[in-house]
């Protein structure tokens, strides 16, 4: 079986893959974008193109915003390939994806990764118990089956989207029994310090401010400054109430479902696969890849673009989507460099302006230090169930980094591959032995980065 | 609210109705649903417990990170329910904690 050959292939249909495939396509290159899901638009413009809900009220308009995407998306001369996921990817210039059970190879000169952003983990006790769910989780749900939790549903953590799923959720008349905002209020006065910044991004400032305005009209409870998080299960096993603090005052509410929210961070699981340099952002405490101004990694002919590159939102990641693909087109001698550049100019104002708010929100919203580092009781790797008291046992032991936590705890070997656990083991690590987490790193992620069957693995024709 | 402990549905565009079997117990499901989406609609689950220490485990980020909703579909085991779309016929079993040794493998 031959393989297919494309001059760019795009890993993920978000905001960024979208308008790279399209921009490099309208450049003349040839273009295969590859997406886990049937339709287009990530998480954030997911089902988009077919909006499922009536009422298009409930996720409000930036959601629609997106179907300009996948309409230009649709019109593109590319090949695109859904309900498939990338396995495998090596820098010789091919990948390996299975679609419907079925695996193959696809051939690229230049590579682009744009698998977006997941929700921080948000290791808690009880975290783990059925009926808690990301704030995420709910929004998906709403997005392709609209489908609302089950009722009483309260959410905690902290973030935009915490407020935003609150509003929608309310909107579709969902009762929510409370947000409880684990907002650190020193935050407030550390994040004032970029408020510069805040008021150059004053679209999005505002959006914020008529978010909290609309929880309050809505009169959904908001405790604020939320400590000691707990949830316990019934006797069915599920959820029957979440525990916390506020202030001195231990409270509790009975709850069917939890949504839990600690802000995004990079999808890292691919450029770390492909060993792409990467650097430790300590403001929204998270790994991002080493870029260029293209948004090239280390490895030539592969660029990282989107939330997968540094948390930026939606249109800084479509802009950015949109340089990598300048600079895919003027590497293959679609484009003159000149004409790129020109063409880059706008697109690099309007990133600018889209992340000008970012130090503020990253100031503000960064996860209180009982989410970073756990208490000892609590889950941190979820698959292998490893406690972060275990964690900071074996570190005190003098266990030198994450891939040996491995060895001596499990922890990261279960099917999640580390992606709930690798920045909590992290943090605790670097806690105990007094060093930063950038020293302490990260797990080393193999491939294949997602669960594949041996069937699957004996398709493949094999380069020889 | 038709059913306080399960999910429930908004007004939704036109679209087919699924028929699928999650533990021996006929689901209807919207085409476009997941399976775990179908799973929480029908108010079942904990959808598996643990292989490590049997506890009890429900979907989590519904975005094929967190590898909690894994499930036997059409006999194959460890499967992300959440990024598996529903089909007619559809037959969905939970997994309970760890494989035993002479169990059949699919």
């Keep these: 079986m031959s393989s297919e050959r494309v001059d760019l292939a795009i890993i993920g249909a978000g905001p960024a893959g979208m308008a790279a495939a399209t921009e490099a396509a309208a450049s003349g290159l040839s273009v295969a974008v590859i997406d886990e899901q049937p339709q287009a638009g990530g998480q954030i413009y997911r089902n988009v193109g077919e909006p499922v809900l009536q009422d298009p ?50 051939l690229f000169s230049r ?34 089956s609209g489908l609302t939790p089950a009722a009483p549903v309260v959410l905690a953590g902290s973030g935009p989207l915490l407020l935003l799923v609150a509003c929608q959720l309310s909107r579709a008349g969902i009762p929510v029994a409370a947000v409880l905002d684990t907002t650190p209020t020193a935050h407030y006065w550390s994040a004032l310090a970029e408020l510069g910044g805040a008021l150059r991004g004053w679209q999005q400032l505002l959006k914020g401010v008529r978010l909290l305005a609309e929880l309050k009209r809505s009169g959904i409870p908001r405790l604020t400054a939320v400590n000691g998080l707990r949830a316990e299960a019934g006797e069915d096993g599920k959820i029957a109430k979440v525990c916390f603090r506020q202030g001195d005052r231990d409270q509790q509410l009975d709850c069917t479902t939890l949504l839990v929210h600690q802000g995004v961070v990079p999808n890292v699981q691919l450029s770390r696969a492909l060993k792409l340099e990467h650097r430790w952002d300590a403001l929204q405490q998270c790994w991002r890849p080493q870029l260029d101004a293209w948004g090239e990694g280390s490895l030539a002919g592969v660029f990282v673009a989107g939330d997968s590159a540094g948390i930026g939102g939606a249109l800084a990641a479509e802009q950015q989507g949109r340089l990598a693909a300048l600079q895919v087109a003027q590497q293959l001698n679609k484009l003159d460099a000149r004409l790129r550049d020109q063409r880059a100019a706008p697109i690099r104002k309007t990133i600018a302006q889209q992340l000008a708010i970012r130090p503020f929100l990253d100031r503000l919203y960064q996860p209180a230090g009982e989410f970073l580092r756990p208490s000892d009781q609590t889950l941190v790797c979820r698959c292998e169930e490893v406690t972060a008291g275990e964690i900071r046992s074996i570190a005190r032991q003098g266990c030198a980094g994450p891939n040996q936590a491995k060895a001596f705890s499990r922890a990261g070997m279960g099917p999640c591959q580390g992606r709930q656990c690798g920045l909590t083991v992290a943090q605790l690590m670097a806690e105990v032995q007094g060093v930063s987490v950038a020293e302490v790193g990260y797990y080393n992620i193999r491939m294949p980065v997602k669960p594949i069957t041996l069937g699957e693995l004996a398709d493949l024709d094999l380069p020889a | 609210m038709a059913n306080d402990s399960t999910f429930n549905r908004l007004a939704t565009a036109p679209a087919t109705s699924v028929t699928l079997w999650i533990e021996g117990q006929a689901v209807k499901a919207r085409a476009g649903d997941s399976v775990a989406a179908a799973v929480l609609s029908a108010g079942l689950g904990p959808s598996r417990t643990t292989p490590v220490s049997g506890s009890p485990r429900g979907a989590y980020c519904m975005m094929g990170v967190c590898f909690e909703c894994l499930m036997e579909i059409n006999g194959r085991a460890n499967t992300q329910a959440c990024m598996t779309p529903v089909e007619e016929g559809m037959q969905v079993l939970f997994q309970q904690g760890a494989r035993q040794p002479g169990e059949a493998l699919v």
Excluded at chain 1, 62 to 91: F, K, M
Excluded at chain 1, 113 to 138: D, K, L, N
Aim: charged share 10%.
């Design chain 1, 57 to 106: 009220h409930i996720l409000g308009t930036d959601y629609y915003q997106g179907a300009a995407l996948v309409r230009a998306l649709q019109a593109a001369t590319i090949t695109h390939i859904r309900n498939a996921s990338v396995w495998e990817v090596s820098p010789t210039g091919y990948l390996c994806l299975t679609e419907a059970g079925v695996s193959r190879r696809l």
């Design chain 1, 111 to 144: 590579l682009l990764i744009a698998p977006g952003a997941q929700e921080r983990p948000v290791p808690f006790p009880g975290w783990t118990t059925p009926g808690v769910m990301t704030c995420g989780s709910a929004q998906i749900l709403l997005k392709s």
